[in-house]
C-alpha cells in the first residue's frame, strides 16, 4: 500500500464576488451536484460556489442570522433552501439559495451535532449522552424521525460516550452516503435510500501509542482514521486520513490529512500522499480530487 506519487497539481484560491480573492476560512460543509460544487464557510458566514470543471468561485453571504453559526455540516434538500445549525445546534436557520437571505430560524426539539442532505431531506445527528439511542434523524411532515438502526454506543463516561459518538457523512450518490464515526474503527458505513447500513473497511495510518506514554486526555484513549470520505458513482470510495500516528488531532505535534486512499470492491487500495494537510474533498473522480487544504485553498490532485 505504497503511496503514488503526485502529478501535476493546480491550486486556485476561492474569491468573493466583486472582491479580492480569499480562502475559505471555517469550513462548514459541502454539498455536490450538478456542475458545482458548494462549500459552507462559518467564519463570514457564506456559501462559496464553485464550478466543478474550471473551480471558478463566488461567494452567496448569508445574511439574517442572530447568532453564531456552526461548522457541523450543510444540508441543500431541494427546497430552494440551505440548512446550517446555529447556537451550538440549537436551532437549523434556512437560507435562500439564490439570495442567501434568511427564510427561517426553527428551534431543534434537541440539539444536533451535524445537519446533512439525505437525499430531498433534510438530515440530523443528534448528541446523544445515553447508549442504545437513534444518531440520524430525517426531517419529514414538519418533525424528526429516526431514518437509521444506527445507535448511540457506550462508554466509560460522560466526556467518553460523546466522543465516541460524534459522526460525521461525506458525498454521496444517488443510492448511498458514506458515514463514520470520528472515533474508532478505521471503516466507513455506506447508508443507503431506506436507511440500511454497509461497513467498508479502510486503510488507517494511525500508529498505536507506546504502552508507557502517560495519557494526556480522554481523547487520547480513541484513534480518528477517517477525516472525509467521497463516494463514486462507480462504487469506490475515496477516503481521507485523520490521524496520521500515535497523537490524536488535537495532541500538540499531531499529523492529519496528509494521505488520501481509493477503496475500489475486489482490487486493491490506491494511496496517494498529499502535498501538505487536507481538511476535505470537494470533488473526485479514480483520477482526480479537488480537496480543501488546511490553509483554506483548493486543489485540484492528479492522483492517477
Same mark, same amino acid.
Not at 450538478?34 to 460544487?37: A, D, L, R, T, V
Not at 448528541?127 to 424528526?144: F, M, N
Given at each position: 500500500?505504497? &503511496?503514488?506519487p503526485l502529478g501535476a497539481m493546480l491550486v486556485l484560491s476561492t474569491g468573493i464576488a466583486d472582491g479580492p480573492p480569499r480562502p475559505v476560512g471555517d469550513f462548514g460543509g459541502r454539498w455536490v451536484g450538478? +456542475?458545482?460544487?458548494r462549500v459552507f464557510d462559518a467564519s463570514v458566514p457564506a456559501i462559496h460556489r464553485i464550478d466543478r470543471g474550471t473551480l471558478g468561485t463566488t461567494v452567496l453571504p448569508l445574511t439574517g442570522s442572530d447568532s453564531a453559526l456552526d461548522p457541523y455540516g450543510m444540508a441543500v434538500p431541494g427546497d430552494g433552501t440551505v440548512w446550517v445549525l446555529g447556537d451550538r445546534g440549537r436551532f437549523?436557520?434556512?437560507?435562500?439559495?439564490?439570495?442567501?437571505? %434568511?427564510v427561517e430560524k426553527r428551534r431543534l426539539p434537541e440539539p444536533s451535532q451535524g445537519v446533512l442532505t439525505l437525499w430531498r431531506h433534510a438530515g440530523f445527528f443528534a448528541?446523544?449522552?445515553?447508549?442504545?439511542? &437513534?444518531?440520524?434523524? %430525517?426531517?419529514?411532515?414538519?418533525?424528526? %424521525? &429516526?431514518?437509521? &438502526?444506527?445507535?448511540s454506543r457506550s462508554a466509560s463516561d460522560v466526556t467518553e460516550l460523546l466522543i465516541a459518538n460524534l459522526i460525521r457523512c461525506g458525498s454521496g450518490t444517488r443510492r448511498a452516503l458514506p458515514c463514520w464515526f470520528t472515533a474508532g474503527e478505521p471503516e466507513v458505513l455506506l447508508l443507503d435510500r431506506d436507511g440500511a447500513l454497509r461497513r467498508v473497511p479502510v486503510p488507517s495510518f494511525v500508529t498505536p501509542p507506546a504502552a508507557s506514554r502517560p495519557k494526556r486526555s480522554s481523547a487520547s484513549e480513541f484513534t480518528f482514521p477517517v477525516r472525509d470520505a467521497f463516494l463514486l458513482e462507480s462504487g469506490a470510495l475515496w477516503v481521507l486520513a485523520n490521524q496520521e500516528g500515535d497523537r490524536t488531532p488535537l495532541e500538540e505535534g499531531s499529523v492529519r490529512g496528509r494521505h488520501a486512499a481509493l477503496?475500489?470492491?475486489?482490487? +486493491?487500495? %490506491?494511496v496517494v500522499a498529499l502535498p501538505s494537510e487536507a481538511r476535505g474533498i470537494l470533488d473526485a473522480t479514480e483520477q482526480s480530487l479537488v480537496v480543501l487544504l488546511a490553509d483554506g485553498v483548493i486543489a485540484r490532485l492528479d492522483a492517477r
Open positions: 500500500m505504497s &503511496p503514488v450538478g +456542475s458545482e460544487i437549523v436557520y434556512r437560507f435562500s439559495e439564490a439570495t442567501g437571505e %434568511r448528541v446523544r449522552l445515553r447508549p442504545g439511542e &437513534p444518531l440520524l434523524l %430525517r426531517a419529514t411532515d414538519g418533525g424528526l %424521525r &429516526p431514518f437509521s &438502526p444506527l445507535l477503496v475500489r470492491p475486489g482490487r +486493491s487500495h %490506491r
